[in-house]
């Protein structure tokens, strides 16, 4: 990573971000800040989830299952269970690795969408992702493999490993 880590940090907050925002921290190495607003946007659909947890009615994928499985309730000892099941069966991949500042971009993406505040993650997820991209750690994702139409399920999976302190990584000189 180049001086561009010592320069002003991209500032992650609820409005957009430019290509040069991008590169400057995918390829460059530039630190990421989570703005304020970003955390309090993400808190309060958090809340929201929570609540929704702890309510009677099903909530498809909070406390139910997936696919084939919506219609099994889930009980609230589980949950954890099952969200961190979800992320294992999802991360597969096969194939060399992808570029660094591939997996920096697709990592600064998905904290710029979760920055939203439209996602119901808890905070820390976010600021545990900045982390990471800030200490030059990144996930290997591997060139092949994903799930569903969107396509970056594995990937994002390969990505959400790293962040339970699972899978593979490497560190900022791109050894494991």
């Known amino acids: 990573m180049s001086s561009a880590a010592n320069s002003s940090p991209v500032t992650i907050g609820t409005s957009g971000m430019t290509l040069d925002d991008v590169i400057a921290v995918a390829r460059d190495g530039c630190r990421v800040v989570l703005a304020e607003e970003a955390v309090a946007a993400m808190f309060v659909t958090r809340v929201q989830i929570e609540a929704l947890a ?11 299952g997936f696919g084939a499985l919506a219609h099994r309730h889930i009980p609230a000892e589980m949950r954890t269970q099952l969200q961190r099941s979800l ?90």
């Open 87 to 176: 992320i294992r069966s999802h991360a597969a991949g096969m194939g060399a690795p992808i570029e660094r500042e591939v997996v920096r971009a697709l990592m600064l993406l998905r904290l710029k969408t979760l920055a939203s505040g439209r996602t119901g993650v808890r905070p820390v997820v976010a600021e545990t992702m900045a982390a990471l991209l800030n200490m030059g750690i990144t996930p290997v994702v591997r060139e092949f493999g994903s799930l569903g139409c969107s396509g970056d399920l594995a990937p994002l999976s390969h990505c959400a490993l790293v962040l339970m302190g699972e899978g593979e990584a490497t560190g900022p000189d791109g050894v494991g």
């Open 54 to 64: 702890h309510a009677p009615e099903p909530v498809y994928g909070v406390s139910t």
